[in-house]
């Protein structure tokens, strides 16, 4: 069986994020790693190298692959930040018009940087992610 490459380390990740480089990333990563934090009600756990993590889901495919995850999170990179919600970005259009400059990936949301979207939207798009990867898979605390 697979199992996945990405899973929680022990490092903290409010020592992760005041490393990051450069200054105006590190606020960014301050930011956000506040804004999950109230958001979930979870501990931010680092998942990786670089990925801060909050809460988990357990999964099992109908092809019998089973693990866990994250359930959301982000990464401060030095050089977009991305914001992760595990059932993908496709389903939330409405909320995607508003937000402001971004790119997506499958379950990547790409940002330059904080100041180009609306944060309050950003929240709304986390608690509809979680909410409905809840309704698939039990979203847990790690």
């Avoid at 490459?5 to 960014?28: E, L, M, N, Q, S």
């Avoid at 092809?63 to 401060?76: E, I, K, N």
């Amino acid at each position: 069986m697979v199992e996945n490459k990405t899973k929680v380390t022990a490092v903290t990740p409010r020592d992760f994020v005041g490393a990051v480089a450069p200054a105006g990333r590190r606020a960014d990563g301050l930011v956000l790693l506040e804004m999950f934090s109230r958001i979930t009600g979870f501990e931010p756990r680092m998942w990786g190298q670089s990925i801060i993590g909050y809460g988990r889901y357990y999964y099992t495919y109908d092809s019998g692959h089973s693990g866990s995850y994250l359930a959301t999170g982000f990464s401060p990179r030095k050089a977009k930040p991305v914001v992760y919600i595990m059932p993908g970005y496709q389903g939330y259009p409405e909320i995607m018009a508003r937000l402001g400059k971004h790119r997506l990936g499958k379950s990547c949301l790409y940002i330059n940087k904080l100041a180009d979207i609306d944060l309050s939207v950003l929240e709304e798009l986390v608690h509809a992610g979680l909410a409905d990867l809840d309704k698939l898979w039990k979203v847990h605390p790690v």
